[in-house]
């Protein structure tokens, strides 16, 4: 199997993954998108509160890794029945190891969550529940539809004409990625931190508000997850999926609205020498990237945050540099 690239099954319907693809899948992209948690959770804690907790670090991290995983993990599920009848012991490792990373962080964020303030729990659900309804059917627009055989709970709203996923609203996947990544990240931070901790923005360029984090870490979410779609653009096309590049027919077109909101970022925040970098890079990888490049390069992207993170720390420990 681990020769395979894609291919398609008898029916025509499952693609099938390589196996390094089906392990980049399952645990190497929610790990590294954790990562990405990892790195937004600290910087608001000390950028803007002057403190760290391991309670809202754990939360973002373990909920990134349950959110992602369950929903590619779902996405595999056909190769998942294939490994099974074939017997496929190495695809089957896989998924096991992947069970295991699901359970593992979802005792994390349990025993976490017990340790926090009840808001913080409640904060939590209000964000993480919609991403694990991400890409189910919720309900369906028309009267006995729900009993049809046929339907595809995870198939794009086009193809069943009445279900209703979160994933498939057009044009709005970006935006609720954006708030649930952005606003979700803040809100536990702040429910955490901001009762023993007020926030202390540094003086001068090291300037840091609770208000700018909490909009330029929707927007940069926001924009990512467009260049997400930008990279998934041609299989989405395909199954007209309505995301923005879809709508607007054109990944061209896309790169030039990311690029307009990234400039307003820019002037808005222009005070702020992080944000500024932040968008220039963003705005940078707007145009070095499209359709046809690498997928892991668009972690580049999501981690854009890191990078501004990573410069915040070293410019904190050497303020006179």
């Known amino acids: ?71 590619h993990y779902y996405d595999q599920t056909p190769m998942l029945h294939r490994a099974k009848s074939m017997s496929d ?35 939590t659900a209000v964000f993480i529940i919609p ?7 919720l309900f369906y627009w028309k009267s006995g539809t729900a009993s049809n055989p046929t339907l595809n709970a995870r198939a794009p709203l086009s193809s069943s004409g009445s279900a209703f996923v979160i994933k498939r609203i057009p044009g709005m996947k970006a935006v609720f990625i954006g708030i649930i990544r952005g606003c979700g990240t803040f809100a536990v931070v702040h429910s955490l931190l901001s009762s023993s901790y007020p926030a202390r923005p540094h003086g001068g360029w090291m300037i840091w508000t609770p208000t700018q984090v909490l909009v330029w870490s929707t927007i940069n979410r926001t924009c990512h997850a467009v260049m997400a779609d930008i990279r998934d653009f041609t299989e989405d096309w395909s199954m007209q999926i309505p995301t923005i590049p879809v709508l607007l027919k054109s990944v061209t ?69």
């Open 1 to 71: 199997m681990a020769e395979i690239d894609s291919c398609e099954l008898p029916d025509g319907d499952v693609s099938v993954l390589s196996l390094p693809r089906l392990k980049d899948e399952l645990i190497g992209h929610p790990l590294m998108t954790s990562m990405g948690s990892l790195a937004l959770s600290t910087f608001i804690s000390k950028s803007v509160y002057g403190a760290i907790d391991w309670r809202p670090v754990l939360i973002c991290v373990s909920s990134d890794v349950l959110t992602i995983g369950l929903d």
């Open 131 to 137: 991403a694990l309804l991400w890409n189910q059917t």
């Open 89 to 123: 012991d190495a695809a089957l490792s896989v998924f096991s190891h992947a069970r295991l990373l699901l359970l593992a962080n979802a005792a994390v964020l349990i025993v976490t969550l017990l340790r926090s303030p009840w808001i913080t729990s409640a904060i």
């Open 253 to 321: 077109h896309t790169k030039f609205l990311l690029t307009i909101v990234h400039f307003l970022t820019l002037l808005i925040f222009y005070r702020n020498v992080f944000i500024v970098l932040g968008s220039v890079y963003a705005t940078i990888l707007v145009w070095a990237l499209d359709e046809k490049s690498d997928r892991k390069l668009y972690r580049l992207s999501f981690h854009s945050q890191t990078l501004v993170a990573i410069i915040y720390w070293i410019a904190h420990m050497y303020p006179s540099a």
